[in-house]
């Protein structure tokens, strides 16, 4: 029986052991920490025959015997790609992959359409994955949304042993740079890059490492579609990207190269070819979601039904009943006139000005957690221009609070707890006859919560149990 090395006791690496188990190989799942709750998931895969080492590293020196040695490792999504067990693991001839190709080989008898960038991701994926459905069409969003990759494989698994009874016709892909760093063979049939700023940086190192990462799936990827308002994806253009469809909110005379889909007159409009004609396919005003950055989402994936062969009328159905994406803009409830809204997902400047740049000023602003590299001067000028105060919360207080006094904005408080952050927004945004408290941190979660969708959902229950009768 050959044998599977899988590191990271997450979702992804729990689903992708077992994935593993199904197929045939012997499976050892590995996790540097150890908890409570760790130890509970290690007995319960222990009755599924999977061993699990907790607080514990594998070790592939080459002192090991051969015959101890794994065949195949699989990564989870948030273990470095570089961290030196990989690095001696890929000298030594171990097959080294991501969990996202492990799922890619279990599933790419299916088209897929994978979505990749620094902001957009989500809301496009889940976006996209509605409309197909709309259509009729079993497609599920999954990867760095939802279930991963590995859970839906589980469900649907190799060609010959898919379920008969509701086959898949696509799968929607949310593909982070973590998942396509480690994916040698993942080749979507459609691949869209929302946006592209600095992030992942301690990750990744240089922007240049970022930017390749991200380029690899749409070299991969048989059609090609880019949303031309970005300015770094914009610079680089046909120049790199001669035969992608564009996408601009600017209208046509903006489209970059000959074909894409824009907005013109409010409508989303399709040019398929140089010397085609535009036709008009869904009124941008049927996607009930605020803001520009959600209007280009929308271009990219409507591109991406156009492409699939996805008819006006459930391209109009799927938008329409689009219900939008927790933790990103999502309104929480309404009190005494003032909207909470839960914008967790804003884990970098450029998503949190997004955020911003989305709501009816004066704001009060939760921001904080665990603070990034990156360029936080747009952001700070947003804060100024649509911020009555703004309320301190995580490990990047100081750092904030630093760079306010900086930049010459004074109104704002260290709170520290998302507790006290939600208690103080409501007095002041009754001080400043404000209409929106939003929580839009700029920052990764990891100081104060496992993931940014806790961040979230700490914040929709202490809404909904203040504020939400």
């Known amino acids: 029986m050959p044998k599977a090395s899988v590191i990271g006791l997450g979702k992804s690496g729990i689903a992708a052991a077992r994935l593993l188990k199904r197929d045939g190989w012997e499976v050892e799942l590995c996790d540097s920490n150890t908890s409570e709750s760790l130890v509970k998931q290690q007995q319960a895969l222990a009755a599924e025959g999977i061993d699990v080492k907790l607080g514990y590293s594998p070790n592939f020196e080459s002192s090991v015997a051969s015959s101890d040695l794994p065949q195949l490792i699989v990564v989870s999504p948030g273990v470095p790609w570089d961290i030196s067990v990989l690095v001696k693991a890929r000298e030594m001839g171990i097959e080294t992959i991501g969990e996202m190709e492990l ?51 589980l469900v649907y698994g190799k060609e010959e042993t898919a379920s008969t009874e509701n086959p898949l016709d696509w799968i929607i892909g949310e593909i982070s740079s973590y998942q396509s760093e480690s994916s040698s063979t993942l080749a979507p049939r459609i691949g869209i890059w929302t946006t ?40 680089i253009g046909t120049s790199q990207w001669a035969d992608a469809y564009w996408t601009s909110v600017k209208g046509g005379d903006f489209l970059i190269g000959e074909k894409g889909f824009y907005i013109e007159d409010g409508w989303v409009v399709e040019k398929l070819a140089a010397n085609s004609t535009p036709e008009k396919i869904v009124e941008a005003s049927a996607l009930r979601m605020p803001g520009i950055h959600n209007q280009q989402n929308l271009l990219m994936a409507v591109g991406a039904a156009r492409l699939a062969g996805i008819e006006k009328e459930a391209i109009h159905k799927g938008i329409s009943e689009f219900p939008g994406v927790p933790h990103r803009i999502e309104h929480i409830c309404t009190w005494e006139g003032i909207d909470f809204i839960n914008d967790s997902k804003a884990t970098n400047y450029d998503a949190a000005e997004v ?56 109104n704002y408080e260290i709170v520290v707890t998302m507790d006290k952050a939600v208690t103080r927004s409501a007095e002041l945004a009754k001080h400043y006859n404000s209409s929106v408290v939003l929580l839009s941190p700029a920052c990764a979660s990891f100081d104060q919560y496992p993931n940014f969708e806790v961040r979230g959902d700490h914040f929709r229950e202490l809404c909904l149990a203040a504020f939400g009768k």
């Not at 897929?112 to 989500?122: A, F, L, Q, R, S």
């Not at 992030?199 to 990462?213: F, G, P, Q, S, V």
């Not at 947003?382 to 309320?391: G, R, T």
């Open 103 to 153: 799922a890619w080989r279990n599933l790419n008898s299916v088209p897929w359409v994978g979505i990749t960038g620094t902001n957009g991701k989500t809301t496009t994926t889940a976006l996209t994955s509605a409309i197909f459905q709309a259509a009729g069409l079993n497609a599920p969003p999954c990867g760095n949304i939802g279930y991963a990759a590995t859970e839906t494989a």
């Open 196 to 235: 592209f700023t600095p992030d992942h940086l301690a990750r990744h190192k240089t922007l240049e490492n970022y930017y390749n990462i991200k380029a690899k799936l749409l070299i991969n990827s048989e059609l090609r579609i880019f949303n031309g308002d970005d300015p770094y994806l914009a610079k």
């Open 355 to 410: 955020g911003l740049a989305s709501v009816n000023s004066p704001v009060i602003l939760i921001a904080g957690g665990e603070a990034k590299e990156g360029e936080d001067n747009p952001w700070i000028a947003k804060i100024k221009e649509k911020c009555a105060a703004v309320l301190l919360i995580g490990n990047a207080s100081p750092v904030f609070s630093k760079r306010f006094q900086e930049e010459g904005f004074s």
